[in-house]
């Protein structure tokens, strides 16, 4: 198949998609299928010859919300490709926050040394952690909780055992889970549904000493929410990769909080990104050639 790639050429990409036997072209009106690499702004308006379009990107809550998820092409993303780094990321941020690493980060000073001791937490000590959103991802992570000897709870829609989980909980039925899990990490795809889906109720729900974990997208959570449990004592602290708003202004109060961490989206990163988008296309190209739905389809009526 011929394919071209928009707005950013990635020679590393291209090379490796050539290397399968599809041949690069520059114009649009040439191309089979399209990489893109470019916001819902950027998107051209899709030819009729353009077959099926690869997106670099995990989350494709931008385009749907743009309604730029056109069912006139069959559309793929990396849902699952970034397992291994964001899981590792967000095991990074857990044990941080479990740590007690914003709080010396903070202050600047030894001196809160006793105050770190009373406040640290142990992930090994037989907690339970809720896997949001019980995807690729999810189970990346399974692995790296285990040596740990954590008690693990995959939370998905379908309710379909996750391999390495204790329990699988279909979202429908997870009422007991958010009173029974010690910490959470969030990884669901953003749709209306999940939209501000851990809010002031589901926070009020949790043990005082529950932690969140957001790798998913930004306004999976109720930022005012999370600021108001934090100061509350509702729950015990809160690590962001993803925010919203995003960028997370500065002055913003969670920048400031000993319990609240925060990255900028760099669980994953664009070095990541570029580096596996290649292999990714190769293995959906494949799939739509033999006539199969692709690895990583999106649903375009679902939205992810």
């Known amino acids: 198949m011929k394919f071209a790639m928009l707005p950013e050429t990635w020679e590393n990409t291209i090379a490796e998609v050539e290397k399968e036997g599809h041949e690069f072209v520059r114009e649009l009106s040439d191309a089979d299928f399209l990489i893109f690499t470019g916001g819902p702004g950027d998107l051209p308006e899709i030819p009729d010859n353009l077959k099926w379009i690869q997106l670099p990107f995990a989350g494709v809550d931008a385009f749907s919300t743009a309604g730029a998820l056109s069912d006139k092409v069959r559309w793929a993303n990396a849902s699952g490709t970034y397992g291994p780094t964001v899981a590792e990321s967000s095991m990074g941020l857990l044990l941080a926050v479990l740590h007690q690493h914003k709080t010396v980060t903070l202050a600047k000073t030894w001196d809160v040394r006793d105050e770190v001791a009373a406040g640290t937490d142990w992930l090994h000590a037989n907690k339970t952690v809720a896997l949001v959103g019980a995807g690729g991802i999810a189970k990346e992570m399974i692995p790296m909780l285990k040596p740990f000897r954590t ?72 930022t005012d929410d999370l600021v108001a449990a934090l100061q509350d004592g509702e729950i015990a602290g809160a690590a962001l990769d993803v925010t919203d708003p995003e960028p997370l202004p500065d002055g913003h109060p969670l920048w400031d909080m000993n319990n609240a961490l925060i990255t900028p989206h760099t669980a994953n990163t664009p070095e990541r990104i570029e580096a596996l988008t290649g292999a990714l296309t190769v293995e959906n190209a494949r799939a739509f050639e033999a006539g199969e739905r692709m690895p990583h389809e999106v649903d375009v009526a679902a939205g992810y």
Do not use: C
């Not at 429908?172 to 889970?177: C, G, K, L, R, T």
């Not at 990884?187 to 005082?208: C, S």
């Open 151 to 222: 008690r693990i709870i995959a939370v998905n829609n379908s309710g379909r055992p996750v391999a390495g989980a204790d329990e699988t909980v279909p979202m429908e039925q997870a009422d007991h889970v958010w009173g029974e899990a010690d910490y959470f990490i969030v990884l669901l795809p953003l749709t209306e549904q999940t939209h501000h889906f851990f809010n002031k109720d589901l926070f009020a729900r949790m043990k005082k000493t529950a932690v969140v974990v957001n790798a998913g997208r930004g306004p999976l959570v109720n």
